[in-house]
């Protein structure tokens, strides 16, 4: 069966880090293009990240441009999303998601294939 599991979530402060992990089972994240989404009360989901295949690059929305860092570890099939800077817009429950038929990553939900069930970011003072 195949799944993806989010850790990392929590609550920070405005301008605290933190560190999502996105852990695969039951098949190989390297063969998947990956993305990070999130979602806020009340407001649809919106894509946050996403990385491509070994080798390909890597996008972000203009909101989180140089404050967030997505990555992946082929050797424990993990992907990772690094939250700096983190402001109050940024709380949202976030999604990982794994997308089998791209080589390059979509901002496009309808374009990945398995997701994670969520983990919830907190910022406030």
């Known amino acids: 069966q195949k799944q993806l599991v989010e850790s990392g979530g929590g609550s920070v402060q405005p301008g605290g880090s933190l560190r999502l992990s996105c852990a695969a089972s039951?098949?190989?994240?390297?063969?998947?293009?990956l993305g990070w989404f999130r979602q806020a009360p009340g407001k649809e989901r919106e894509w946050v990240s996403c990385?491509?295949?070994?080798?390909?690059?890597?996008n972000y929305a203009d909101s989180v441009k140089g404050r967030f860092t997505i990555s992946r570890d082929s050797g424990k099939n993990t992907m990772y999303l690094q939250l700096n800077s983190l402001k109050p817009a940024d709380a949202a429950v976030y999604y990982c998601?794994?997308?089998?038929?791209?080589?390059?990553?979509?901002?496009?939900?309808?374009?990945?294939?398995?997701w994670g069930q969520g983990t919830q970011v907190t910022v406030s003072s």
């Open positions: 998601a794994a997308d089998a038929g791209r080589y390059d990553c979509s901002g496009n939900p309808d374009e990945y294939d398995y």
């Open positions: 039951g098949f190989t994240l390297d063969y998947y293009a």
């Open positions: 990385i491509g295949r070994i080798g390909s690059r890597t």
